[in-house]
């Protein structure tokens, strides 16, 4: 076996030499006819030979540049309509407790009252809020009597007239002419700037500016009422 090996290595030994030497003479010598280029018998000892081992795979390369966005595309088709949602839970009211109804109603049947000046009736209002308003509403039969006369009726709030943004009240004028006449009446209005808590709301009778003193009737033969209503504040 070892023979036969280094037989074999010496034949390979060899064949390069004579590849190696006829490619010298042939560097060495002009160009001729391709016929002319080998010696005769050396073409197939120096024939290609057999492929290398292939090399191991390169490092990768950098990450290159971002490229440029692209243009905007065409707006795509309008896809299915999707199903039922859920419902949602109760939301909830960011508003102040004013919002909510609050009011109160304050009735007396024949009242029948012959003040002529001074507080007729009233009654105690619970007020939620520090920024709501009041609206009052006075309804009753309001009497007169004498030539030229008038009388005035007014709402208190803790025994003062409202300021803000004007008094709530109502007048009545009788001419020289018409004596002892009793006529349905009703007035209303808001007052602002009242704070939280027990409000007393009072209707009173009085005497109107540069008129004097003259007699007055309230509530005769009918029902009276005072309605009490706080109100969210007002739009600016």
């Given at each position: 076996m070892k023979s036969s090996a280094g037989n074999f290595a010496g034949v390979f030994?060899?064949?390069?030499?004579?590849?190696?030497?006829?490619?010298?003479?042939?560097?060495?010598?002009?160009?001729?006819?391709?016929?002319?280029?080998?010696?005769?018998?050396?073409?197939?000892?120096?024939?290609?030979?057999?492929?290398?081992?292939?090399g191991t795979p390169g490092i990768p390369g950098a990450h290159g540049q971002p490229g440029r966005d692209g243009s905007k595309g065409e707006i795509g088709p309008l896809g299915?309509?999707?199903?039922?949602?859920?419902?949602?839970?109760?939301?909830?009211?960011?508003?102040?407790?004013?919002?909510?109804?609050?009011?109160?109603?304050c009735s007396w049947p024949n009242l029948n009252n012959g003040a002529d000046v001074g507080a007729i009736q009233g009654c105690d209002f619970v007020k939620n809020s520090n920024m709501s308003s009041l609206r009052v509403s006075v309804s009753s039969n309001f009497y007169v009597a004498g030539v030229s006369a008038c009388k005035r009726w007014f709402v208190t709030f803790n025994g003062?007239?409202?300021?803000?943004?004007?008094?709530?009240?109502?007048?009545?004028?009788?001419?020289?002419t018409e004596t002892r006449s009793h006529r349905l009446?009703?007035?209303?209005?808001?007052?602002?700037?009242?704070?939280?808590?027990?409000?007393r709301v009072d209707f009173n009778i009085g005497n109107c500016p540069d008129f004097g003193d003259t007699n007055g009737y309230t509530g005769w033969n009918s029902a009276t009422r005072l309605f009490i209503e706080e109100l969210p504040p007002p739009q600016q």
């Amino acid at each position: 076996m070892k023979s036969s090996a280094g037989n074999f290595a010496g034949v390979f030994v060899l064949s390069l030499l004579g590849c190696l030497h006829i490619s010298a003479q042939l560097n060495s010598v002009p160009y001729q006819n391709n016929n002319n280029m080998m010696p005769n018998g050396n073409e197939d000892r120096c024939s290609s030979g057999l492929n290398g081992i292939p090399g191991t795979p390169g490092i990768p390369g950098a990450h290159g540049q971002p490229g440029r966005d692209g243009s905007k595309g065409e707006i795509g088709p309008l896809g299915p309509k999707g199903d039922k949602g859920d419902r949602g839970s109760p939301g909830k009211c960011s508003c102040t407790k004013a919002s909510s109804m609050n009011w109160k109603q304050c009735s007396w049947p024949n009242l029948n009252n012959g003040a002529d000046v001074g507080a007729i009736q009233g009654c105690d209002f619970v007020k939620n809020s520090n920024m709501s308003s009041l609206r009052v509403s006075v309804s009753s039969n309001f009497y007169v009597a004498g030539v030229s006369a008038c009388k005035r009726w007014f709402v208190t709030f803790n025994g003062v007239e409202c300021r803000d943004p004007i008094t709530v009240e109502g007048v009545l004028w009788v001419p020289s002419t018409e004596t002892r006449s009793h006529r349905l009446g009703q007035f209303e209005g808001v007052c602002n700037d009242l704070r939280a808590g027990i409000i007393r709301v009072d209707f009173n009778i009085g005497n109107c500016p540069d008129f004097g003193d003259t007699n007055g009737y309230t509530g005769w033969n009918s029902a009276t009422r005072l309605f009490i209503e706080e109100l969210p504040p007002p739009q600016q």
